[in-house]
């Protein structure tokens, strides 16, 4: 195993006493995009929380250049260099844009800080005419920015989107879609959680399918575009066992 990887091992994750993770492992590398699909349901969230230390793990491992994730709070976790960035795109709202980035960088010295900031506002400079407003005003599509903005100023290794099209406009959707491609050109690691899959499998390297709580699918996503029905039989399995329970 490269020692400059994201490793997940035999993850067994329960929730409300349920055990919704069955022993996944998955393995993300730098610059490389790794699209996450399934159907709601599947464990994905459950995934990444994990990943991201806000969920607690009943056995299994992760691993980030050889050091246990596991048992870290989700601040540790970020300045291990694992940054998550939440569906819904939820910012502080009450307060201003600005004060949404400027909160993310606290683990920065001033001076880092400002520049990283900076840095932030160079990937979307549709942000820069609105730092000053509270963050409830923006559209949906500024307020993800603003989030993608926030684990960018973590300077992450690794980058955990989930849902990163949820509720925008099409054109919004493709504008994040080629930053994130971008900052995969940087060397970031970025596992995608999407359901929109054509934009998933246009953009990932490599792909993985859950289906209720296990790995159904891996490999890459030339290989899974080819046959569809693979997808299609996982979110059918699970919509079938959310129908019996």
């Not at 993850?11 to 996450?36: D, K, Q």
């Not at 923006?138 to 926030?150: D, F, I, N, R």
């Not at 998933?200 to 159904?216: F, K, P, Q, S, T």
Request: hydrophobic share 45%; aromatic share 2%; proline share 4%.
């Amino acid at each position: 195993m490269s020692a400059s990887s994201l490793h997940v091992n035999d993850l067994v994750v329960l929730r409300g006493g349920r055990e919704v993770l069955h022993g996944i492992s998955l393995s993300l590398l730098p610059g490389e995009i790794t699209a996450l699909l399934g159907a709601n349901g599947a464990g994905k969230s459950s995934l990444v929380m994990t990943m991201s230390g806000a969920l607690p793990a009943k056995s299994g491992s992760v691993t980030l250049d050889g050091a246990e994730v596991l048992g870290h709070t989700p601040d540790a976790v970020r300045r291990m260099g694992i940054a998550i960035v939440l569906e819904g795109h939820p910012v502080l709202s009450n307060i201003s844009v600005i004060d949404n980035l400027r909160a993310s960088a606290l683990m920065h010295s001033r001076r880092e800080a400002d520049q990283e900031v900076e840095a932030a506002l160079e990937v979307f400079p549709e942000l820069k005419p609105r730092l000053q407003l509270a963050a409830q005003n923006l559209s949906g599509g500024q307020k993800q920015m603003v989030v993608v903005a926030q684990a960018l100023i973590c300077r992450p290794k690794y980058l955990l989107i989930d849902e990163l099209s949820f509720g925008l406009a099409p054109a919004i959707v493709q504008r994040l879609g080629e930053t994130i491609a971008g900052i995969a050109n940087r060397g970031v690691g970025i596992l995608l959680i999407e359901q929109f899959t054509t934009l998933a499998l246009n953009l990932a390297n490599r792909v993985y399918v859950m289906e209720r709580g296990d790995i159904a699918f891996s490999g890459n996503a030339e290989e899974l575009r080819a046959h569809p029905e693979i997808l299609h039989g996982a979110y059918l399995a699970s919509g079938r066992a959310v129908a019996a329970g």
